[in-house]
Nanobody
């Protein structure tokens, strides 16, 4: 059973940046593709970004492409989401997700592990 703990959320002004982190435990981190989802207030959870277990390939939602960067450090069991040029529309709870394939991560398959989320609020 993989446990995921997110951190790094907070309140930031539009145009600012945040770096979210997610630390994994209870499994072999380098065996998992990782990703980030977000759930804006009153809306469905949506895919943000994913990264393969080697870090060699990354995938992004169109809404964040060019502004957000996903990366991982397998030695630290940690995946990151660098969020730049933030907009009020990026306000959401951000969730970390792990899966044994990147396809499962990008589709939010039920065979994935999820963290509890971290709140990101972007003020205008």
């Amino acid at each position: 059973q993989v446990q995921l703990v997110e951190s790094g959320g907070g309140l930031v002004q539009a145009g600012g940046s945040l770096r979210l982190s997610c630390v994994a435990s209870g499994g072999t981190f380098s065996n998992y593709a990782m990703g980030w989802y977000r759930q804006p207030p009153g809306m469905e959870r949506e895919f943000v970004a994913a990264i393969t277990w080697t870090g060699g390939s990354t995938f992004y939602a169109d809404s964040v492409k060019g502004r957000f960067t996903i990366s991982r450090n397998n030695a630290k069991n940690t995946v990151y989401l660098q969020a730049d040029s933030l907009k009020p529309g990026d306000t959401a709870v951000y969730f970390c997700v792990a899966g044994d394939t990147v396809a499962r991560v990008t589709t939010g398959s039920n065979r994935t592990y999820w963290g509890q989320g971290t709140q990101v609020t972007v003020s205008s």
